[in-house]
């Protein structure tokens, strides 16, 4: 088990951006696999982006490819969601998600969840 805590999120103008952080402790990071996950009010959770345990491969969702990046450092157990070029459909509570082992674009597949955190974007 690893216990996630997210942070960073808040509101910004469309166009702005922001960076979330997911703040990992419990057993060895460096073997999980991570992802940053999604929910818009009545809408159902949605995949954002995921990355491998060693940083090296990153994957993302089409709405947010060339957008927003997903980064970690294994040294400080911490996964990163850069957010650039925000847009009003953007506006969820983000999730930070963790999987033992290989990296997956399903939530279902991770067994490891922060508490969220609020993103509001303006128009």
């Known amino acids: 088990q690893v216990r996630l805590v997210e942070s960073g999120g808040g509101l910004v103008q469309a166009g702005g951006s922001l960076r979330l952080s997911c703040a990992a402790s419990?057993?060895?990071?460096?073997?999980?696999?991570m992802g940053w996950f999604r929910q818009a009010p009545g809408k159902e959770r949605e995949f954002v982006a995921t990355?491998?345990?060693?940083?090296?491969?990153?994957y993302y969702a089409d709405s947010v490819k060339g957008r927003f990046t997903i980064s970690r450092d294994n040294a400080q157990n911490t996964v990163y969601l850069q957010m650039n070029s925000l847009k009003p459909e953007d506006t969820a509570v983000y999730y930070c998600?963790?999987?033992?082992?290989?990296?997956?674009?399903?939530?279902?597949?991770?067994?490891?969840w922060g508490q969220g955190t609020q993103v509001t974007v303006s128009s």
């Open positions: 998600a963790a999987r033992e082992g290989i990296y997956s674009t399903l939530g279902s597949q991770y067994e490891n």
């Open positions: 419990g057993r060895t990071f460096g073997g999980y696999a």
């Open positions: 990355i491998t345990r060693s940083g090296g491969s990153t």
